[in-house]
């Protein structure tokens, strides 16, 4: 069995925070366990610019702020590993994790911070009626394709929900030679940022439907078209405003929810609005020794600030090591 | 005089402007809460500029990555925007790419650099 005084889920921005800030307040043992193949999370893929304007007074892309701190962790030696699921961790701070090289392996800890970030609503959150055709992704996943897998997900493309990842990728996928026919909105105002209305959606002549939602999906192998209609103040389909639009790709973007299955398998209690951890002003669980940070505890807008807040997590864990030492 | 009202688009915060101009010849910007919106609010007037971002295919990566992520070294035209990305087509670079390194010199004629976001090694 591994030990160490520090762990933290999740490498990416909140989680490569916390363990800079935590070295920087004196815990010299360290490990960070990522999911993915690279150290960065999200940021990696979210290759728009906009990020670090608060935090290092400069616009920078996601891949580029991912990497101002990944080299930070580099710089101050913090170990970590990739490819590696943590499937769960005890009350006790026990940690059970998985990866390809080490099988199955545990780590005991002296203090944790949970950075697992967040995940995106899927279409079986949205109780939409019809098949289950081929085209049907979450914005996120799209946006992982295109800019990472390198891989289109559609040529005409109709957005349901107008959150920030759904505005982004209506821009990409027009970028990159596709159709967005329009961006429905169930609410009457749009949930994502007004800047991103503008240069994602208005710079490109894409529609906003506000107070419109799916109402059918049509295709059975694959999506061959969606019938969009306007609702009612009680979010209610009105009859006769359908209209079909014919379309190959349907991306949902209809919200994000903190990713906590772990931090609710330990007992930490859970906030219901949020749907994080209940957390102190240090960001500590209701488990002793055990923090959270970023997306993990709430939905975040800003990466700055999600960072800012796993910079005061990190200390906090360090302090808990250093009382307890 | 004409004014227009806009959303700043400089940060997340999106400032509501408020530009009084003749034409294109802008008389005052107000509403914004840094500098950086004074001159938006005024190039959008007269000439609207973006970054654009995108990525481009990168051969030879050691980790298998298939893209290099990129953006424009500084604001081009918001005409310009399609040209751009049009231009980006068919670009195949070597690993090893850095961040910040020219990826296409002077895309679509603008006089701006398409440069890498992401280190491919």
């Known amino acids: 069995m591994l030990n160490y005084d520090l762990v933290i889920i999740g490498g990416g921005p909140a989680g490569m925070a916390a363990a800079v800030s935590a070295k920087d307040s004196g815990i010299d043992s360290i490990l960070i366990l990522e999911r993915d193949d690279k150290l960065g999370g999200i940021l990696n893929q979210c290759i728009h610019n906009g990020f670090g304007l608060h935090h290092f007074k400069e616009e920078l892309t996601g891949p580029e702020y991912a990497q101002r701190y990944i080299d930070m962790v580099k710089e101050r030696g913090i170990e970590y590993r990739l490819d590696c699921m943590v499937l769960e961790i005890s009350p006790e701070r026990l940690i059970t994790a998985t990866n390809k090289k080490d099988g199955i392996f545990q780590v005991q800890a002296g203090a944790i911070v949970l950075a697992m970030g967040c995940r995106e609503r899927t279409r079986g959150s949205l109780n939409i009626p019809g098949y289950r055709p081929a085209g049907i992704y979450t914005a996120g996943t799209a946006q992982k394709l295109v800019n990472i897998d390198g891989l289109m997900p559609g040529k005409r493309i109709v957005v349901l929900g107008s959150g920030d990842v759904g505005l982004i990728m209506a821009r990409r996928m027009t970028l990159e030679g596709a159709e967005v026919l329009a961006v429905a909105e169930i609410m009457p105002k749009s949930g994502g940022l007004q800047r991103n209305i503008v240069q994602c959606l208005n710079d490109f002549g894409i529609p906003l439907l506000l107070s419109t939602t799916v109402v059918d999906i049509q295709g059975k192998e694959r999506v061959e078209g969606v019938t969009l209609a306007k609702v009612d103040e009680k979010l209610k389909p009105i009859p006769g405003t359908e209209t079909h639009y014919d379309c190959d790709c349907l991306l949902l973007s209809t919200g994000l929810i903190p990713e906590n299955e772990l931090t609710r398998n330990m007992g930490a209690e859970i906030d219901r609005k949020t749907r994080g951890p209940v957390v102190t002003k240090e960001f500590e669980t209701t488990i002793p020794g055990v923090f959270a940070a970023g997306n993990v505890v709430s939905v975040h807008g800003l990466v700055d600030d999600v960072s800012k807040e796993a910079l005061i997590a990190g200390k906090a864990a360090a302090e808990y090591i250093k009382a307890r030492a | ?121």
């Open chain 2, 1 to 121: 005089m004409e004014t227009t009202f806009l959303t700043c688009i400089m940060c997340p915060i999106g400032c509501n402007l408020k530009v009084e101009h003749e034409g294109k010849n802008v008389i005052s910007v107000t509403g914004n809460t840094c500098p950086r919106g004074k001159v938006y609010g005024t190039n959008e007037i007269g000439n609207p500029m973006r970054v654009v971002t995108s990525s481009v295919l990168v051969e030879g990566s050691k980790n298998g990555s298939v893209l290099v992520s990129c953006k424009t070294a500084g604001d081009i035209p918001k005409a310009k925007i399609k040209d751009a990305a049009l231009a980006l087509k068919g670009v195949k670079v070597k690993a090893p790419v850095h961040i910040g390194d020219v990826l296409v010199r002077n895309v679509a004629d603008t006089g701006v650099d398409i440069i890498a976001t992401r280190n491919v090694e």
